[in-house]
């Protein structure tokens, strides 16, 4: 029993470092404890749910270590993410279990790496989305190991994580008479270290590329209740203020998520005529003003009208006559009536939005968003890029908050022709916790991926300045800090192979899961085809007729 329970916490342990300080390495190392911790356990239906007990504990305590900091906004988030790491990923691990008591081992550990990024994928993908623990993840600190993510992305790192675990554990199982096991080992840990290096030295100089001009600003509203109790003048005018200490000759000025027309504000922001709204024209003259051949990116809550008997969409609330949809908007202004928008793609569950599913319906009144609002959020299908019709800025893109989480939702404008990234967003729903340090090292890896220079503005949390090889500059905002910093970032046009692709890998991994399951259950109902049909013993009434 202690020998399982030590085993048990070791993985919990290792795992848990990579996103509380440690480092992704500790990932390579951390899923080969579990592993023998299951050799512990043969055939028959008692052991395999005591295994299963173990693994769900296991995970459970691993979501909760790096995740309990969901807590202070979403009470509910944090339970339900706990259950949906234990459930999905402890049915890999079992589904691994299964067929290593009853296939060759190479099958069973194609279904443990296909079957856990397939999972990783379903979970980034699926209506209750919360990726923030995919394995490929935890190297967000490490940017100088996984310089490959411009071909794979992080599922590259949760398949090296998975082989290297893989290697480990065999040599271990080999002993130390087997050195061919463990020097393959070595070389599974090493070589995409070595490949990463590689990948560095080969990079163009940035500093040679062209350079816009960013500011970014961090106004350090509390989020419960500065943020829904001071004036909406009184905010403008730090806002604007600190957007004014720019230097004259700025590109890019950047304000956090949900700036403008929050539910605390008499006044919404309508989408059919935005700029008919006092706050805009506020936010958009002063631009005409201050920075007229600048663009100002800042993030908003919005509302559509529409007329109609019926509901017009599945996120619309009634409101008198009207039925309404609310977004969280990121706007593009430059002091003309031209302006440019984005709307949030990917929603927080539980607080922007819930599943599609009837048994959930009763709920939706209830959902409070993070960016103010209550119900859940419209969403678009589409890429926005910023261009700048003037001819004065490179073209750019905002992603909100946690859209900086999906790569491949992230690369989307970069392939469609975006130089250069802004990432907006609110923290302060996380408190001093790790939550807002790792949700902005998680920039860095979208930066890597996409080989874009990354603006971050944070309502609070961190604001900051990410080179296109995943490196910060030393001139940021930390957490309770307010202020304005600015940088000269680079421009890029080159779009790399990840940028194109996408989670290729993931899709790779989800056909090999798909038929290797098949194959199994073909080769099983052939077996018992080809079994000979034992012959009828003969009973005694039988015998009796005879005689």
């Not at 040679?208 to 961090?218: D, F, G, I, L, N």
């Not at 106004?219 to 004259?248: G, V």
């Not at 706050?279 to 993030?299: C, D, H, K, S, T």
């Amino acid at each position: 029993m202690s020998k399982r329970v030590l085993l048990s916490l070791s993985s919990v342990l290792l795992l848990s470092l990579a996103w509380l300080g440690g480092g992704g390495l500790f990932l390579l190392p951390a899923l080969t404890p579990l592993l023998l911790l299951l050799e512990e356990y043969d055939k028959g239906r008692r052991p395999f749910w005591r295994a299963y007990g173990w693994v769900a504990l296991t995970f459970g305590l691993w979501c909760a270590a790096c995740t309990w900091w969901v807590w202070y906004a979403a009470a509910v988030g944090t339970i339900a993410a706990t259950i949906v790491q234990m459930t999905l990923f402890g049915a890999v691990m079992m589904l691994y279990h299964f067929f290593r008591l009853r296939t060759k081992r190479s099958f069973a550990y194609l279904i443990l790496v296909t079957g856990w990024i397939a999972a990783e994928h379903l979970y980034l993908r699926g209506q209750v989305s919360f990726p923030w623990l995919l394995l490929g993840n935890g190297f967000a600190n490490q940017p100088w190991a996984v310089q490959w993510y411009e071909w794979t992305g992080v599922f590259g790192g949760s398949l090296w994580v998975l082989l290297s675990n893989i290697a480990l554990f065999e040599a271990i199982r080999a002993g130390k008479g087997c050195k061919t096991k463990a020097v393959r080992a070595a070389l599974v840990i090493v070589l995409p270290m070595v490949v990463s290096g590689g990948v560095a030295l080969c990079q163009p100089d940035y500093e040679e590329m062209p350079k816009a001009k960013v500011t970014v600003v961090q106004p350090n509203f509390e989020p419960y209740e500065e943020k829904y109790t001071i004036p909406r003048e009184q905010q403008d005018m730090i806002m604007l203020s600190l957007a004014a200490e720019a230097p004259e000759d700025v590109d890019f000025i950047v304000l956090p998520e949900t700036v403008l027309g929050d539910i605390s504000s008499s006044e919404w922001i309508w989408e059919e005529e935005p700029l008919s709204s006092e706050v805009m024209r506020r936010y958009n003259g002063f631009m005409a003003a201050r920075y007229p051949e600048a663009e100002l990116v800042v993030g908003a809550m919005t509302s559509r009208r529409y007329q109609s008997d019926t509901r017009p969409t599945r996120t619309a609330r009634k409101l008198g006559i009207y039925w309404i949809d609310r977004y969280n908007t990121a706007f593009r202004l430059n002091g003309t009536d031209t302006l440019a928008r984005h709307h949030k793609s990917k929603l927080v569950i539980g607080v922007e939005m819930m599943p599609d599913w009837k048994i959930l319906n009763i709920l939706e009144n209830t959902i409070v968003s993070l960016g103010g609002t209550t119900g859940g959020l419209g969403t678009d299908n589409f890429v926005t890029v910023f261009r700048d019709q003037r001819g004065y800025n490179a073209p750019s893109s905002a992603q909100i908050c946690y859209e900086s989480i999906y790569g491949e939702h992230f690369s989307k404008p970069v392939a469609e022709g975006a130089e250069l990234m802004f990432v907006i967003t609110n923290d302060g729903w996380w408190h001093d916790t790790p939550g807002h340090r790792q949700h902005f090292s998680y920039s860095r890896l979208r930066a890597i991926e996409n080989r874009r220079s990354i603006a971050r503005s944070a309502n609070t949390g961190i604001s900051g300045f990410i080179t296109p090889t995943g490196k910060v500059l030393d001139e940021k905002l930390g957490w309770d800090e307010r202020g304005a910093i600015t940088a000269e970032v680079a421009l890029n046009n080159r779009v790399t192979f990840y940028s194109r692709m996408g989670d290729y890998i993931a899709r790779i991994s989800n056909l090999l899961f798909l038929l290797a399951i098949l194959y199994y259950i073909a080769i099983y109902f052939r077996r018992k085809a080809d079994e000979p049909t034992p012959k009828s013993k003969p009973n005694s009434t039988n015998i009796k007729k005879k005689k």
